[in-house]
């Protein structure tokens, strides 16, 4: 779904260094979510908001940081890398209005050295 | 909260028999059954969905099942074919509104 991108596709990093992961959205979906998928495991909600001035964690915020820009942008920052956080990671919005169907972006791929 | 239990992890066909994967919840208040799919390296897309009004929905070679009173909902794959072959996520809505997935099922369909 090209309304919700993430850069960057592929990261490679080294521990303890600071990195973000950004999340753009053309829906206009008003809420957006950052998500954690380890190989063979399924999703886990690391944080969500449901507006510009709402930030909620997740089942797993510890480690991570979170800012929404605006409507459109939300960033995940790893304040300081380490090997246990390398995984997939995805972005997804919704809409209030619209059932609870999420939207996902492809997804940022964080190797951490 | 919510909590979903999806079974089974992982699941092998024979192309052209069914598979089932069923999901069970514990909000009874929850009401939108989501079922999404995830091909390898790629991101999970909605490929079904139901709503506590009604008990059956189906599309094509799909079908998705409601059991509100036992709190559960099942995933019905017809003809499977190759393409088939991906991971599928049950979600339910939680307190939040928000949704709460399932830990996922591997389909792999053997030609």
């Not at chain 1, 063979?40 to 480690?63: A, M, P, T």
Request: proline share 4%; aromatic share 10%.
């Amino acid at each position: 779904d090209a309304d919700v991108t993430q850069t960057p596709r592929n990261r490679i990093t080294k521990t303890g260094k600071r990195i973000m992961l950004e999340c753009s959205q053309t829906k206009g979906h008003d809420r957006m979510y950052w998500y954690r998928q380890d190989p063979g495991l399924g999703l886990r909600l690391i944080y969500y908001s449901f507006d510009v001035k709402d930030i909620n964690k997740g089942e797993i915020s510890d480690g991570y940081s979170v800012s929404r820009q605006a409507q459109a942008k939300f960033s995940l920052s790893l304040e300081s890398a380490i090997p246990n956080q390398t995984a997939l990671y995805f972005c997804a919005t919704s809409d209030t209005r619209d059932n609870y169907e999420q939207y996902f972006g492809p997804g940022t791929r964080l190797t951490v050295t | 909260g919510e909590n979903v239990e999806q079974h089974p992890s992982t699941l092998s066909v024979q192309e052209g028999d069914s598979a089932v994967i069923k999901c069970t919840y514990s909000d009874s208040a929850s009401n939108y059954f989501p079922w999404y799919k995830q091909e390898l390296g790629k991101r999970p897309q909605l490929i079904i969905d139901i709503r506590s009004n009604v008990g059956e929905k189906k599309d094509q070679r799909i079908a998705v099942t409601l059991n509100k009173t036992a709190k559960h909902f099942s995933l019905h794959i017809t003809e499977t074919q190759p393409e088939d072959s991906a991971v599928y996520f049950c979600a339910a809505p939680n307190a939040g509104n928000m949704l709460t997935f399932g830990g996922g099922t591997r389909l792999m369909v053997k030609p």
